[in-house]
């Protein structure tokens, strides 16, 4: 058993207008805070990886952590997950980039579906045989 530590990351590509009202509306829809609720459904998400993903290990987490930033041209959320066990928390992280971009597009689809999910990828891990840093 190691520390355990993996980043993902997913970037969206959002219309000048819903970037706009989001920022105009301090990131509120009609549906609420949008990056609130993105930042929970995210760690939601990851918790519950096991269960989204044939043969994922359950794994108690220790932390895990959504940051949104907003860029120009959309946004980048950051899904950081750390655990002490066997085997790695890549699809974690993965899986909790993923759940908060698609709770985003959920919450804002009603002011635009040009919304996009551009990629998603692992940024980087640690611990286990190999540590593993995008380029």
Do not use: W
């Amino acid at each position: 058993m190691t520390a355990r530590i993996a980043v993902a990351q997913a970037r969206m590509r959002v219309p000048r207008a819903v970037a706009l009202a989001l920022q105009k509306s301090g990131h509120r829809t009609n549906k609420g805070p949008v990056f609130d609720t993105a930042i929970i459904a995210g760690v939601m998400a990851a918790k519950r990886t096991h269960e989204l993903i044939p043969f994922c290990h359950p794994l108690a987490l220790e932390d895990c952590s959504i940051e949104i930033e907003t860029l120009r041209a959309g946004l980048v959320i950051r899904c950081r997950v750390s655990v002490h066990h066997r085997t790695g928390v890549e699809m974690e992280a993965l899986t909790g980039a993923t759940v908060a971009a698609l709770t985003v597009y959920d919450m804002c689809k009603a002011l635009s579906h040009d919304i996009e999910i551009t990629s998603v990828r692992l940024v980087e891990k640690s611990g286990g045989k190999r540590n593993v840093r995008a380029r």
